[in-house]
């Protein structure tokens, strides 16, 4: 791969004015079929061959460099298809992150299945809506069967209904909206109002993901609405602790507007005892959210299902297919029990969703208006290569990590936090005689070398206070030979950073 290199301004070389193409020359309009396909065709094959060209996940270019080089493009003046390809593999194709590569490891980033692609493909170019029926039409009922399929493997009954969104982050935010209003017509038999604030409080681990707290900020509640639930030795959520926060909110009058469960949490993979959470949920008359962004590939792992027991009694579930169905993002969904809860986000407009309609609205459901047919992508997964071949896909994963940290657990060199049960593995330089302090201060320095090397990408998290590296495995092509380069080059770099400094600093 080339590297950005000197201080210059990149810019790219002039080209003539007979290049750009004229303006219809870029709509998919009637007659346009086969410059549509032409067109889409060199950009595949653009793609493609950077495919094969990649050897390394990112190019290792530094920010100012990017900056420059993104600065350096004149949008002002059009180049043409061709050129403009050119360019748009120069600027971003030969910088992007690739997840694919063998020494990515660092987020919960996946290789995406190749029906989904050619659903992308589809979804674009017919650009649906799904929003109304006179947007939609077929597309509503093709998300509506999804959906319907979903709950149906985590278990939620009859009456389940749900909506794709944007990620986790939207999903989780229309759980809790929903959560809160039916906390409200429980109390109050009304809508939810801003006096409602300080007698509403949210249940939820060090460990939850952070949009929690962020929802909770944006529903009007104030970050301070969301309580923690201590966890044990193990990043999961601990029963008892769960029992004594839900006993002290009702001796102090506060209603515990729902209990987040986690199937997955995003450092350590670990799973909530779902079904232990929602016995005392329910107990307390709390709304059961269980956010399986991460964890939700498991319903469909032939291996693993069991470890999601207890999903079934959530009033709503947070899937991301974009992690571990192994789906380009965006493709996510939020589900509910009851359908019917869903309400509390339906507005109507006479333009648009009259409250005469009779057809099936999506927006009724959704938080947004406009939305891309992301349901297809799933849909053409799951046609083409079946439920089955992903969760295998999964489970994959989740052996290799088992093995990487069992691996590391030997390795003198290490110390390696407690597994959880998905593909994440915690570990960090630390061999003995180490001081503390300087592991610290070492094994974030290691990553951040890394990433400007560009050939291996790992992550960082706090654990107690502590800095450890993350491998995030999501890639069932990545061997074990493959993530020993990866604790390799991490073992490397950290002798690097151990031989710069004084002798007298640190003796190993």
Not at 17 to 45: F, N
Not at 90 to 96: D, P, S
Not at 178 to 185: K, L, N, Q
Not at 438 to 461: F, H, I, K, Y
Request: negative net charge.
């Amino acid at each position: 791969m080339v590297h950005l290199s000197g201080t210059d301004r990149p810019t790219l070389p002039p080209r003539a004015a007979s290049a750009v193409d004229a303006p219809h020359d870029h709509l998919l309009v009637r007659g346009a079929a086969a410059e549509y396909a032409d067109q889409l065709t060199r950009a595949v094959a653009q793609v493609a061959a950077r495919f094969e060209r990649v050897d390394r996940p990112t190019s290792g270019a530094t920010q100012a460099e990017l900056e420059r080089l993104v600065a350096g493009v004149d949008l002002d003046r059009p180049v043409g298809l061709d050129d403009a390809l050119r360019e748009l593999d120069e600027v971003y194709l030969e910088h992007a992150v690739w997840f694919h590569d063998p020494g990515y490891a660092a987020h919960l980033n996946c290789p995406v299945a190749l029906p989904a692609l050619a659903a992308e493909v589809v979804a674009s170019a017919v650009n649906t809506s799904v929003d109304t029926w006179d947007q939609s039409t077929v597309a509503t009922l093709v998300e509506q069967r999804l959906v319907r399929w979903t709950a149906d493997l985590v278990g939620l009954g009859p009456d389940a209904d749900g909506v794709f969104t944007s990620g986790g982050t939207q999903s989780n935010l229309q759980a809790l909206l929903v959560a809160r209003e039916h906390a409200a017509h429980r109390l109050t038999g009304a809508a939810y109002e801003p006096e409602l604030a300080a007698q509403l409080a949210v249940l939820a681990t060090a460990e939850t993901h952070f949009s929690i707290v962020k929802a909770a900020r944006l529903l009007g509640l104030g970050s301070g609405a969301v309580r923690l639930v201590a966890t044990g030795a193990d990043g999961r959520m601990d029963p008892a602790s769960l029992s004594r926060e839900l006993g002290a909110l009702a001796r102090d009058g506060v209603h515990p507007m729902a209990v987040v469960a986690t199937a997955g949490t995003t450092d350590r993979g670990c799973i909530d005892p779902l079904a232990e959470v929602a016995a005392l949920t329910r107990a307390h008359g709390a709304w059961l959210h269980v956010d399986a962004a991460y964890g939700c590939g498991l319903l469909v792992s032939p291996t693993r299902r069991h470890l999601l027991d207890g999903i079934e009694h959530a009033d709503s579930v947070t899937v991301d297919f974009h992690k571990s169905f192994f789906q380009p993002v965006a493709s996510s969904a939020v589900l509910v029990r009851r359908g019917e809860d869903l309400r509390h986000v339906t507005f109507h407009a006479d333009y648009l969703n009259p409250r005469e309609a009779v057809v099936p609205n999506q927006v009724d459901k959704s938080l947004q208006t406009t939305r891309r047919f992301d349901a297809l992508k799933l849909w053409l997964t799951l046609r083409a290569s079946g439920a089955q071949a992903l969760g295998e896909l999964f489970d994959e994963v989740v052996d290799r990590a088992g093995e990487v940290h069992r691996r590391l657990r030997r390795d003198p060199d290490f110390e390696v936090l407690a597994p959880g049960s998905l593909s994440t593995v915690l570990f960090r330089f630390r061999p003995a005689g180490l001081p503390e302090a300087v592991a610290d201060e070492l094994n974030p320095a290691v990553r951040q070398a890394l990433l400007e090397e560009g050939r291996v990408l790992v992550a960082t998290t706090k654990v107690d206070g502590r800095p450890w590296l993350k491998l995030t495995l999501l890639n069932p092509q990545v061997t074990l030979a493959d993530l020993d380069a990866v604790v390799e080059a991490v073992r490397r770099s950290a002798r690097q950073h151990l031989a710069a400094r004084a002798p007298e600093a640190v003796a190993v």
